[in-house]
């Protein structure tokens, strides 16, 4: 399945470094993700986050014939990051036939943790055309 980048997702910059049903991997730069007190806006890691979520959910809802839609995402920010880039990693917490439940853990250049996102997908049958 081919990695596809949303309009938001283009406009903060996000580079898939790894995909898989296990772990999706992406990076994002600080800058131009920066609120006004010169730290990555909790928005744009809450985007980075859901991002990850979603896109690891659709890849397990491909081998099932199904789409993945979003019903809950979370985030609790840990620490600011100012410069450099974030790097998100998302794993599965739950791969079921209904629902996905994914850990995103967002890490700063020097690896430290800057937010933990969960995000849960409902997964569906395809519309039809």
């Not at 800058?31 to 909790?42: D, E, I, K, P």
């Not at 600011?80 to 079921?96: D, I, M």
Request: with cysteine; charged share 20%.
């Amino acid at each position: 399945m081919q990695v596809t980048l949303g309009e938001l997702d283009q406009k903060l910059g996000l580079e898939v470094q790894e995909q898989s049903v296990a772990r999706v991997v992406a990076r994002m730069p600080v800058a131009g993700n920066r609120q006004a007190f010169g730290r990555l806006h909790g928005g744009a890691s809450l985007a980075l986050g859901e991002f990850l979520g979603s896109w690891a959910a659709c890849l397990h809802a491909a081998e099932l014939g199904k789409v993945a839609v979003g019903v809950d995402v979370n985030a609790t920010h840990h620490r600011p990051a100012r410069q450099g880039s974030v790097t998100g990693v998302a794993t599965p917490l739950h791969l079921g036939a209904r629902t996905t439940s994914h850990e995103i853990v967002i890490s700063d250049d020097s690896g430290l943790r800057v937010s933990t996102v969960r995000v849960t997908n409902l997964l569906i049958e395809p519309e039809q055309p």
